[in-house]
């Protein structure tokens, strides 16, 4: 039996107990750049969500997310899957509900359209694809997997395009590059 695409492993969501000294760590120490920060899942509320990433190709390879009781989703962590496209996406959201999963979130963050769901044991998943867009995170917004792929992308685009600080995935990369840059130049011995 053909299985169909195989996700691959990109980033992990951690829970931590003090953001400030965990951002600390693993910029000053495992030399990660913040791509994004914000507050979630009330954007008025204080900072509790940092993004981290090592290259450019990946807006977040880690995300540090404040440990409190209500954004606390799972005992574990969350661990994030990379699939080429929409069509890879939908047929492992199909694979997923033949699994008899049925709690199965679907949404874009904008530069990324996901599914999230707890796999058999409780750990929590999240299945992406991402999108030629950049926008500011944190971002979601529902999304129905079962529309075509031109209407996903169509309205996609229009919640990018309208959102302050939204950029081409490509100039998004670019920019972090260049971060990337100054920070390993930074290390260097003089």
């Not at 047929?91 to 599914?115: F, K, M, P």
């Not at 750990?123 to 129905?144: C, G, S």
Request: hydrophobic share 35%.
């Amino acid at each position: 039996m053909a299985i169909g695409a195989i996700p691959k492993l990109t980033h992990m969501v951690i829970y931590v107990k003090d953001l400030a000294k965990m951002e600390r760590f693993y910029t000053e120490v495992m030399g990660f750049i913040v791509s994004d920060r914000g507050a979630f899942p009330d954007p008025d509320a204080p900072e509790n969500i940092v993004f981290l990433t090592g290259t450019k190709e990946e807006h977040h390879e880690m995300v540090l997310f404040q440990n409190d009781e209500t954004n606390m989703e799972s005992q574990g962590q969350q661990i994030s899957y990379l699939v080429e496209d929409l069509d890879q996406l939908r047929d492992l959201y199909h694979r997923v509900q033949a699994e008899g999963i049925t709690e199965i979130e679907t949404c874009t963050h904008g530069n990324a359209w996901s599914i999230y769901f707890h796999e058999l044991e409780g750990n929590r998943l999240e299945i992406y694809a991402r999108t030629p867009w950049y926008t500011p995170q944190p971002f979601k917004v529902d999304i129905d997997l079962e529309a075509t792929n031109e209407e996903i992308r169509r309205l996609t685009e229009e919640m990018c395009r309208a959102a302050a600080g939204f950029m081409l995935r490509e100039d998004r990369e670019a920019k972090i590059a260049t971060l990337l840059r100054g920070k390993e130049n930074s290390r260097r011995p003089a």
